[in-house]
């Protein structure tokens, strides 16, 4: 598929996701949103990508919504079936997705990066949620992601205010994983997408999928279903695998079964 407003680019096992509307500062739009799901899916379904990495191309990752039309937001329909299924297929891949921030992340662009599984931020990047100056409220999941990362009281004051949150800030608080020197962001992610490579593909996938249900349940209930999903891969090959190199003393080699 040709993309209009993202590139996509395949390095190796893993596969960069650009947003590509320099022009309009990587504004994600209708069309971004369905490239952006068709991409992602694209990546999982591949057997030869085992990371995928979402970042911006040119001077930032992104401005947030795009305004260009005069609607300060998308209608509840447009954020159901557009941008929903978007931020969806990044949070719920089986594949690890991380999310490289430079400059700054606006708005829905911030939901997008705080979807992935890791978020990297240059040392001078900034995150904002500007919804309230416009007379609107978050949207894109963010008022989630807030509130279960940095706790409610905490959310309400970031939105409210609506003041750019430094990366520094960002890692404190839990949003981030790691804040770069702005000229080792790419390397440094590229090195961290190598390491997850180099890991058991279904132990990566269930770890994921095991901390993203266990948002809902109880402790009794998380127990079980961990129990459920260590059941298959204490069956994998990968597992096997992985008790033959320790014994042999040798770097395992996985091949997500």
Not at 112 to 133: G, H, K, N, T, W
């Amino acid at each position: 598929m040709i993309y209009e407003t993202i590139k996509v680019e395949k390095k190796n096992s893993l596969c960069w996701i650009g947003l590509n509307r320099k022009e309009a500062r990587n504004a994600i739009n209708k069309n971004m949103c369905l490239e952006i799901t068709d991409a992602v899916q694209q990546a999982i379904e591949n057997k030869h990508v085992h990371v995928i990495v979402i970042h911006g191309k040119g001077r930032c990752f992104s401005a947030g919504g795009d305004l260009k039309a005069g609607i300060p937001s998308p209608s509840e329909e447009v954020l159901e079936t557009v941008y929903k299924p978007m931020l969806l297929s990044v949070f719920n891949s089986v594949k690890p997705v991380i999310c490289m921030v430079h400059a700054y992340a606006i708005g829905v662009a911030s939901a997008l990066a705080m979807s992935a599984d890791f978020l990297f931020m240059s040392e001078d990047a900034y995150i904002r949620y500007p919804f309230v100056d416009l007379g609107l409220i978050p949207d894109g999941g963010l008022s989630w992601h807030l509130v279960n990362q940095i706790g409610r009281k905490k959310a309400l004051e970031i939105i409210v205010s609506g003041e750019k949150i430094y990366a520094d800030d960002c890692a404190t608080m839990g949003i981030a994983n790691r804040i770069i020197p702005k000229d080792e962001l790419v390397t440094t992610t590229q090195q961290w997408a190598d390491l997850l490579v180099a890991k058991a593909p279904l132990a990566v996938r269930y770890a994921k999928q095991s901390l993203n249900k266990s948002m809902e349940l109880t402790l009794g209930d998380a127990i079980s279903y961990e129990a459920s999903l260590q059941n298959i891969t204490m069956l994998s090959a990968d597992s096997r695998e992985a008790t033959r190199a320790f014994i042999e003393k040798r770097e395992p080699q996985f091949k997500g079964k």
